[in-house]
T-cell receptor, first 111, second 114 residues
Framework: AQRVTQPEKLLSVFKGAPVELKCNYS??????LFWYVQYSRQRLQLLLR??SRESIKGFTADLNKGETSFHLKKPFAQEEDSAMYYC?????????????FGKGTLLTVNP | KAGVTQTPRYLIKTRGQQVTLSCSPI?????VSWYQQTPGQGLQFLFEYFSETQRNKGNFPGRFSGRQFSNSRSEMNVSTLELGDSALYLC?????????????FGQGTRLTVV
């Protein structure tokens, strides 16, 4: 079975500080990993996906298959980064596609 | 382009009743997935439809069902409502069911069972 664990329900940092939101997964195959974000009163939206290897809004995430982790990082947090962040896993296309989400981390960036 | 539209936005139902929720995907998107979001369990996958066929189902009782129409619009139905069915129900659409296809979420339907 596939599982996503986000160990921190809440994370609070000061503006300008580095931030790391942790995500660990369990899946026996080759996973596809995503980070979704939900800002206050907005819908859930994709932040980034591991296969793109891109940086969005200063955030990056590296898939570490050895540690089965996909931590989200940003070197200098901004107040507008305050949101709920969800790590999600998909086990691939074809007939079994679905997203398995972690329970989310609420990030608060204080001024 | 218009986003994923879910109707109604809010619903209050009584235990034992049934409810139907609707989801209109982004134009051109043929894959629709449904999720239940609760404070305790987070986001849980309900089912996914593509080309009017249910391709995958989550671990929910048979009271939860859905369908997809030829225009890709989807409905989900919950029969014999229980208090524990109170949740935010989210619909997501994507161009295809592929794993790397971005899923676009609607704003959800907030269901309260009393």
């Amino acid at each position: 079975a596939q599982r996503v664990t986000q160990p921190e329900k809440l994370l609070s940092v000061f503006k300008g500080a580095p931030v790391e939101l942790k995500c660990n997964y369990s899946y026996s195959g080759s996973p596809e990993l995503f980070w979704y974000v939900q800002y206050s009163r907005q819908r859930l939206q994709l932040l980034l996906r591991h296969i793109s290897r891109e940086s969005i809004k200063g955030f990056t995430a590296d898939l570490n298959k050895g540690e089965t982790s996909f931590h989200l990082k940003k070197p200098f947090a901004q107040e507008e980064d305050s949101a709920m962040y969800y790590c999600a896993l998909s086990r691939g296309g074809g007939s079994n596609y679905k997203l398995t989400f972690g329970k989310g981390t609420l990030l608060t960036v204080n001024p | 382009k218009a986003g994923v539209t879910q109707t109604p936005r809010y619903l209050i139902k009584t235990r034992g009743q049934q409810v139907t929720l609707s989801c209109s995907p982004i134009s051109g998107h043929r894959s629709v997935s449904w999720y239940q979001q609760t404070p305790g369990q987070g986001l849980q996958f309900l089912f996914e439809y593509f080309s009017e066929t249910q391709r995958n189902k989550g671990n929910f009782p048979g009271r939860f069902s859905g369908r997809q129409f030829s225009n890709s619009r989807s409905e989900m139905n919950v029969s014999t409502l229980e208090l524990g069915d109170s949740a935010l129900y989210l619909c997501a659409s994507s161009l295809t069911p592929g794993a790397n296809t971005e899923a676009f979420f609607g704003q959800g339907t907030r269901l309260t069972v009393v």
